[in-house]
């Protein structure tokens, strides 16, 4: 209805302009009606510029609009004066378009207040800053963490702690690392920090999460100290415990004879073959105390690794030769999956010891199966991880390993094996954190043990 209206209001304008111009044209060429020929020109040049104005209106009008919409400005409304003009229809829709980005400029302050809030009340600090370190977000928890009020710049933080600053800068997506804050001179955190890189609008951002973990740390090292000296204790008590019993038998022996002043001469060879046999249980358990110790002693005196690019199929490829005589005894076959492109960044002799622990670990275990129907297999596959670095995985069909036991075959001496000693899975995980990667274990009885070595970038 308004548009046709629209469309009648400019053909009659059309129209009375026509018949205006064929006016003065048939007066222009007659000599009189000079007043009448001034009159009809200036009145073509009215039409003309109402005609213009006409339909210049709804241009403009659709011009204010987008410039209201550029400027995120809604507090214009345009009047609806009900002709049924198209200028009507036209401000009715602008009206409705203002009301919509209203609402939707609404949702989003209390979308944006919403989350803010939970940002701010969330158990876990949160820091934004963009390239420059300039601060845009800091919530409550991490200024209560840090030690501030406020916060503009990150490069603020350095009479706090100049390493925190570095973290911050340094670590990339996906990064991880552990930060000591003191607190006061007796008091002090460990902040554990957490980064991902954002790309918003052509900036780059860095969002930053901080948690203090001194509580979990302090209770994870008690953990281990009672492990450990539940293990020590255990260990040294079997071997203390019959050299200290047979010290005894034979300290009360000897204070017999001195008592009943019997002559050496007179002990018959069944005394001292008891004697001899007890002496050589005192040197074995002596020995392998001194052994346990020395184990121990290697655990806690570990080298950083000296770095350097290694092939990972080669890696594979010395341990295979070096446990080619396992192989064949156990008759384990073995399939590997190994890229010839593969490198990795690592201390080739640590990374390969701790291959050569795995590997016989699962050998032995293949080894204790009596099922003569399977084939016993030993999978080794490496491969690159999308975020960089790389995946070597250890995989056997053998007996697998009890839930209660895979908790602690980290745990320094814990084995499950009657000759083993314990220490080559933890001294794997020490080697495996200094290469600032892991190994992880995943067992199914009856169906086998896959330990995964991952290597960061």
């Known amino acids: 209805m308004g548009y046709n209206k629209f469309r009648y209001q400019l053909i009659g304008r059309v129209i009375l302009l026509g018949l205006t111009i064929f006016l003065f044209a048939n007066l222009f060429y007659t000599e009189s009606y000079t007043f009448s020929k001034i009159l009809i020109f200036l009145l073509i040049g009215v039409q003309g510029y109402y005609l213009f104005y006409f339909l210049e209106k709804s241009n403009r009008e659709t011009i204010g609009f987008l410039q209201s919409i550029k400027w995120d400005d ?5 009047p609806e004066r009900k002709e049924g003009s198209s200028i009507d229809e036209l401000y009715n829709e602008f009206n409705a378009v203002i009301k919509k980005f209203r609402e939707i400029r609404a949702e989003n302050e209390a979308s944006y207040q919403y989350l803010k809030t939970i940002v701010q009340h969330v158990g876990i600090g949160i820091v934004t800053f963009d390239a420059q370190g300039e601060v845009q977000i800091i919530n409550t928890t991490a200024r209560t963490l840090l030690g501030v009020k406020h916060l503009k710049n990150i ?32 008091d002090e955190i460990q902040l554990a920090i957490y980064a991902i890189e954002l790309s918003l609008r052509g900036k780059e951002f860095k969002l930053i999460s901080l948690q203090n973990i001194q509580s979990e740390l302090e209770e994870k090292e008690m953990e281990a100290w009672q492990n450990l000296i539940r293990v020590l204790t255990h260990e040294i008590m079997n071997s203390v415990t019959p050299i200290s019993s047979l010290a005894r038998t034979i300290e009360s022996e000897m204070e017999e004879w001195l008592d009943n002043g019997q002559d050496i001469n007179q002990i018959d060879n069944e005394q001292i073959s008891d004697f001899h046999t007890a002496l050589h249980t005192i040197h074995r358990r002596s020995e392998s105390l001194i052994k346990f110790v020395g184990d121990f ?22 341990v295979v030769s070096l446990l080619k005589h396992d192989f064949q005894q156990t008759g384990v076959q073995l399939v590997q999956d190994v890229p010839d492109s593969l490198y990795i960044q690592i201390d080739e002799q640590q990374i390969e010891q701790v291959v050569i622990n795995i590997v016989k670990n699962a050998i ?25 670095g790389a995946l070597i995985s250890i995989r056997d069909n053998g007996p697998g390993i009890e839930e209660e036991a895979l908790k602690k075959i980290f745990i320094p001496f814990y084995t499950t094996k009657k000759s083993g000693s314990g220490i080559g899975l933890s001294l794997s995980k020490q080697i495996m954190r200094n290469h600032r990667g892991s190994i992880a274990v995943r067992s199914v009885i009856n169906d086998g043990t896959e330990f995964t070595l991952k290597f960061s970038q």
């Open 155 to 186: 490069k603020q933080l350095k009479v706090i702690n100049e390493e925190l600053v570095t973290t911050l800068r340094e670590l990339r997506t996906g990064g991880r690392d552990l930060v000591k804050i003191a607190k006061t001179d007796e």
């Open 364 to 388: 032995q275990a293949l080894g204790e199966v009596d099922d003569e129907e399977l084939q016993k297999t030993l999978w080794i596959k490496a491969s690159e991880r999308p975020e960089g």
């Open 74 to 78: 809604f507090s214009h409304t345009y």
């Open 297 to 318: 002693r290697n655990m806690t005196h570990i080298t950083l690794p000296n770095l350097s690019q290694v092939c990972v199929k080669e890696l594979i490829g010395h």
